[in-house]
């Protein structure tokens, strides 16, 4: 039988094993791995962010922010419009493949220099000695105003979606630029609260909406293969369109390129949550093909399959949601007066589809509430990436203010709220 002094003894030990357990913890939360120490420290960078971001959660993360699927859908007017479903199809493939190649080269850099600054990094320490700092310094400002706009226009993006969906279910509804703005803000002021008040639980909320991701591109991919009338193979792989009256097909076509670009940018967004990621030089290079080579494919499958189910093309780049995903008959909307055609085409073309897939106001909102959950949820990564992106440029003095952007708590709060205040200024 154990004495009292042994069980004491006993548990005196065993509870410093859980203090130097929960130390240990705590050291790789911060710090990540003993490459991840050697990484920041061959940089010159302190470690002011937990490492609390995993393989899965910033697949997430990268996976959602790009929302190839989604932003194909949403932006398919213009590659429509200029192209026709033809030359929307062989111009996402060539992009694809031009995206890859830099994506392929920028993965490898990252797993040379994995820190939140990026490209700005990057460039000083591969650009030439003369030029390292005049090239590093004005590709931090464009990866800095890039991210705050990309952020900005998720946003907006979303907020159309939204309009879209009340002109669906509304007839009455008359859509205004402002009332998207209004909504637009709305969405900002969400995204800054998920970005700081919650921001310690940010990585399951990435791996989470990264479900969603999945399952909603083959809840809705489903959908419209059943449902939808299918067009001829020939008219979707041979039918060009110049609505913009280029007056040569081909460039036409290029001109169109916006829809698969917006689609396939951002699978370099995870390095700048490098510094949150546990053993990042060989996370993040994996993380960018992973998501490069996925949401390329994702896209890639809803592009035909929209092209399939699309219609008439004439009478769904006429759909007053502007969105063609979304689908109403264009004789039951009139153009609102202010409202440029253009806005109105973006307002629910994708839409457009939707209601001819199902017949339904109600299941072509129920697909496009998907659509308007992911968008917004890209605008939330896009704001993270912008607040790094920021503070990181600040770390390195290359912004005004920069004592003030670069602090960190639990979270680089200034420079998140910046984007915040800045976006309904620029909107």
């Known amino acids: 039988m154990e004495s009292h002094h ?41 470690q002011q962010f937990k490492r609390n ?43 694809f493949f031009g995206f890859g190649l830099a994506i392929i080269s920028m993965a490898e850099v990252a797993s040379m220099a994995p820190t939140a600054g990026g490209q700005y990094h990057w460039v000083s320490e591969f650009a030439a000695p003369n030029k390292q700092k005049f090239a590093s310094y004005m590709t931090g400002w464009l990866c800095v105003l890039g991210w705050q706009a990309g952020s900005a226009a998720g946003c907006y993006l979303a907020g159309t979606e939204i309009q879209g969906l009340i002109v669906l279910n509304h007839p009455d509804y008359v859509p205004q630029r402002w009332h998207g703005s209004l909504i637009a803000i709305a969405l900002v002021l969400v995204s800054l609260f998920i970005n700081t008040i919650l921001a310690k639980v940010l990585p399951t909320i990435q791996a989470t909406i990264l479900v969603l991701h999945v399952f909603g591109f083959i809840a809705i991919l489903t959908t419209l293969w059943v449902l939808s009338p299918l067009a001829p193979a020939d008219r979707v792989f041979r039918e060009f369109n110049d609505g913009g009256d280029w007056r040569r097909m081909g460039l036409a076509t290029l001109v169109g390129i916006l829809s698969p670009t917006v689609s396939l940018i951002g699978p370099d967004a995870a390095v700048h949550i490098a510094e949150e990621v546990r053993n990042a030089s060989k996370t993040i290079p994996r993380i960018m093909l992973a998501t490069a080579t996925g949401n390329g494919i994702f896209g890639f499958v809803m592009l035909i399959t929209f092209c399939f189910c699309i219609g008439n093309l004439e009478e769904v780049l006429q759909t007053p949601t502007g969105y063609p995903f979304i689908q109403v008959r264009a004789s039951d909307r009139i153009n609102p007066v202010g409202c440029s055609c253009l806005y ?15 017949q339904s106001p109600g299941g072509a909102t129920a697909m496009t509430s998907i659509m308007v959950i992911l968008t917004h949820f890209c ?30 708590s639990h979270a680089p709060v200034l420079s998140t709220v910046e984007p915040s205040i800045l976006h309904p200024l620029v909107g």
């Open 379 to 408: 605008a939330v990564t896009n704001m993270t990436t912008a607040s790094r992106q920021l503070f990181s440029f600040a770390r390195d003095r290359g912004t005004p203010f920069h004592a003030f952007f670069k602090q960190v």
């Open 6 to 46: 042994e069980k004491k003894n006993y548990s005196s030990q065993h509870s410093d094993v859980e203090g130097k357990t929960q130390e240990i913890i705590h050291i790789v939360e911060k710090h990540g791995t003993q490459l991840d120490v050697h990484d920041m420290e061959r940089m010159g960078k302190s």
């Open 53 to 95: 971001f995993t393989f899965f959660s910033t697949l997430g993360f990268a996976m959602v922010l790009m929302s190839s699927w989604e932003t194909q859908l949403a932006t398919a007017v213009f590659g429509l419009t200029n192209g026709g479903t033809a030359g929307a199809i062989y111009i996402y493939i060539v992009t």
């Open 344 to 358: 109105m085409k973006r307002l629910t073309v994708g839409a457009q589809v939707f209601y001819n897939a199902t």
